[in-house]
């Protein structure tokens, strides 16, 4: 099976502007997360849906992230405007099913820097 | 609320010898236990996991895990390690009682296996 596609693999940009990331999950997958992995540090939970509902954005940071799931398939996460601090990897993950029981499977990433 | 620590920041072994790669917990419920495993410019790699059952858990390549629950630990290990197996490690958990759906990454574990 195809795996979860992101894009792009790399993004520069200065501080201020605005990016915004693609994911696409696993086929059938209901279950979509975006971690936020900054260099040195685990994964840490931005945004997770569950089809095209928000299931959990407690630590997004709302003033200037924000994501959409509109028809539960693809996702696109969005920074505006981009601070120096951004500059991490956002990965994406999918599952099957909104279970405890199921692990991840991730894409290989977007790796942001903000100058 | 739910934690995981991940003592050690790098962990060096011979090829050939056993490894271990160390992870405590914090959890008010049960603990669901995950590891995976991240190679450069590459996505998370879900590598076993803990539900419920038999503490010794198998997973891909050749990894297994034990989890204790008198200390809390979900050891990742195996038998003989190989050149191949050197990546950055994370263990996981999720909460039953407390942590719905989100599951808390350590910081992870770099690996390096020496010919």
């Known amino acids: 099976e195809a795996g979860v596609a992101q894009s792009p693999r790399y993004k520069i940009i200065e501080k201020r502007q605005s990016v915004a990331f693609w994911c696409n999950p696993i086929s059938g997958h209901a279950t979509l997360y975006w971690y936020q992995q900054i260099l040195g540090q685990g994964p840490k939970l931005l945004i997770q849906?569950?089809?095209?509902?928000?299931?959990?954005d407690s630590q997004l940071p709302k003033d200037r992230f924000s994501a959409e799931r509109l028809k539960g398939v693809d996702s696109t996460l969005k920074i505006q405007p981009a601070k120096l601090e951004d500059s991490a990897v956002y990965l994406c993950?999918?599952?099957?099913?909104?279970?405890?029981?199921?692990?991840?499977?991730f894409g290989s990433g977007t790796r942001l820097t903000v100058v | 609320a739910q934690s995981v620590a991940q003592p050690e920041d790098q962990v060096n072994v011979a090829e050939g010898n056993p490894l271990t790669v160390k992870c405590t917990y914090s959890v008010s419920g049960n603990p669901y236990l995950f590891w995976y495993v991240q190679y450069p410019n590459r996505g998370l790699q879900f590598l076993l996991k803990?539900?419920?059952?038999?503490?010794l858990v198998k997973g891909s390549y050749g990894f297994e895990a034990e989890f204790n629950k008198s200390q809390t630990s979900f050891h990742l290990k195996k038998p003989s390690a190989l050149v191949s197996d050197s990546a950055l490690y994370f263990c996981a958990v999720r909460d039953s009682l407390t942590g719905g759906f989100k599951t808390i990454f350590g910081a992870g574990t770099r690996l390096f296996v020496k010919a």
């Open positions: 803990y539900i419920t059952g038999d503490n």
């Open positions: 993950a999918s599952s099957l099913v909104q279970s405890q029981a199921y692990g991840y499977t």
């Open positions: 849906f569950q089809n095209n509902g928000v299931v959990d």
